[in-house]
């Protein structure tokens, strides 16, 4: 199972364009952080690579905080 810590991870690994508060609140809209849709993009890139499990476009929308991702990813098994 992904972790919240494995989460926040793949975020800082992602190469983001903007510089995260450490911890990453897991509540807060990655908008809220101020990343783009290109930072969000790179991060799902990161999670795909860490779990093998690719998400479609359409579940990345909704999927905006590390609690989302973390219940989403938990969901997959």
């Known amino acids: 199972m992904l972790s919240k ?4 991870e793949a975020m800082q690994n ?14 807060t809209p990655f908008t809220d ?3 783009d849709s290109l930072d969000i993009y790179n991060v799902f890139v990161e999670l795909e690579v860490l779990t093998g499990i690719q998400v479609p476009d359409n579940d990345v929308e909704g999927l905006q905080t590390i ?3 973390h219940d989403y990813f938990a969901a997959k098994g």
């Not at 810590?5 to 926040?8: F, K, L, N, S, W």
């Not at 190469?15 to 897991?26: D, K, N, Q, R």
């Open 5 to 8: 810590a494995q989460i926040e």
């Open 14 to 27: 992602a190469g983001l364009a903007v510089e995260l508060p450490s911890p990453i609140p897991t509540h």
């Open 33 to 35: 952080l101020g990343l």
């Open 67 to 69: 609690d989302s991702i």
